[in-house]
C-alpha cells in the first residue's frame, strides 16, 4: 500500500527557505508514470496546489508561486523535496505532498501524506 | 489563475440531500477539462471522492459510496450528497485542471449534520 510521509523543520524564520521532503513507501517513484505533488493550506483556509514532478525531473509550478519555488526528486531515496524562498508568514500552512489517481492532476489526488505543519515567524 | 468559488457553508439534517457549488470566477467551468471533489475531515488530509466527471458521470474511487454523486451545468459543478450522514460532516473543496495548466482548488464548502 503506497504510503506518503512529509518531513522537514516546523518553524522557519521570515526571508529563510522552507524545506521539506516526501517520503514514498509502497511503491517506486521511478518506476511510476505520475506526477509527485505538493500542496499546502493555510490554518482555516482551503487547499492550494504548488507544484509537481516527474521522476525524470519535469516540473510544473503554480503561477503564483513559481519565483520561489523549487520541487526536485531523488529517486535513489524514492523521495521528492520541496523549497520555498524568502517565507513570509503568509506561507504558515500544512504542506501535503500527494499523489495523484491517474499520471497528471486530471483525475484529482487520492493518495495523500498526513501533512506537517510549517510555521513562519522570527 | 481563477480561483473556484463555493459556498462557505451548507447544512442538512440526516437522510437529506444537500448540493455544493463550484463555480469559476473569471473563466468558465465548461473551459476545465477535467474537475474532481474532495472531502477533509478536520486534522486529516482531503479525500478525494469525486474525479473526472466533467467526461464521465460520478466517477467514484473504490469505497467512495454512492450517496455522492456530481454533475455540471454552464459555468458551475456541483457535488451532491444523497442521504446525507453524520460522517458526512466535513469539508469540501472542488478542483479543476486543464491540460497545458495547473490545477485550481476551490474556496472550499464546510458542511454540518443538523
Known amino acids: 500500500q503506497l504510503q506518503l510521509q512529509e518531513s522537514g523543520p516546523g518553524l522557519v524564520r521570515p526571508s529563510e527557505t522552507l524545506s521539506l521532503t516526501c517520503s514514498v513507501s509502497?511503491?517506486?517513484?521511478?518506476?511510476?508514470?505520475?506526477?509527485w505533488a505538493w500542496i499546502r493550506q493555510p490554518p482555516g483556509k482551503g487547499l492550494e496546489w504548488i507544484g509537481s514532478?516527474?521522476?525524470?525531473?519535469?516540473?510544473y509550478y503554480s503561477p503564483s508561486l513559481k519565483s520561489r519555488v523549487t520541487i526536485s526528486v531523488d529517486t535513489s531515496k524514492n523521495q521528492f523535496s520541496l523549497k520555498i524562498s524568502s517565507v513570509t508568514a503568509a506561507d504558515t500552512a500544512v504542506y501535503y505532498c500527494?499523489?495523484?489517481?491517474?499520471?497528471?492532476?486530471?483525475?484529482?489526488?487520492?493518495?495523500w501524506g498526513q501533512g506537517t505543519l510549517v510555521t513562519v515567524s522570527s | 489563475q481563477s480561483a473556484l468559488t463555493q459556498p462557505a457553508s451548507v447544512s442538512g439534517s440526516p437522510g437529506q440531500s444537500i448540493t455544493i457549488s463550484c463555480s469559476a470566477t473569471s473563466s468558465a467551468v465548461g473551459d476545465y477539462n477535467y474537475v474532481s471533489w474532495y472531502q477533509q475531515h478536520p486534522g486529516k488530509a482531503p479525500k478525494l471522492i469525486i474525479y473526472d466527471f466533467i467526461n464521465r458521470p460520478s466517477n467514484r474511487p473504490s469505497g467512495v459510496p454512492d450517496r455522492f454523486s456530481a454533475s455540471k451545468s454552464g459555468n458551475t459543478a456541483s457535488l451532491t450528497i444523497s442521504g446525507l450522514q453524520a460522517e458526512d460532516e466535513a469539508a469540501y473543496y472542488c478542483?479543476?485542471?486543464?491540460?497545458?495548466?495547473?490545477?485550481?482548488f476551490g474556496t472550499g464548502t464546510k458542511v454540518t449534520v443538523l
Open positions: 478542483s479543476s485542471y486543464t491540460d497545458g495548466s495547473t490545477p485550481v
Open positions: 514532478i516527474y521522476y525524470s525531473g519535469n516540473t
Open positions: 509502497g511503491g517506486s517513484i521511478s518506476s511510476s508514470n505520475y506526477y
Open positions: 500527494a499523489r495523484p489517481l491517474r499520471s497528471t492532476a486530471a483525475q484529482g489526488y487520492d493518495s
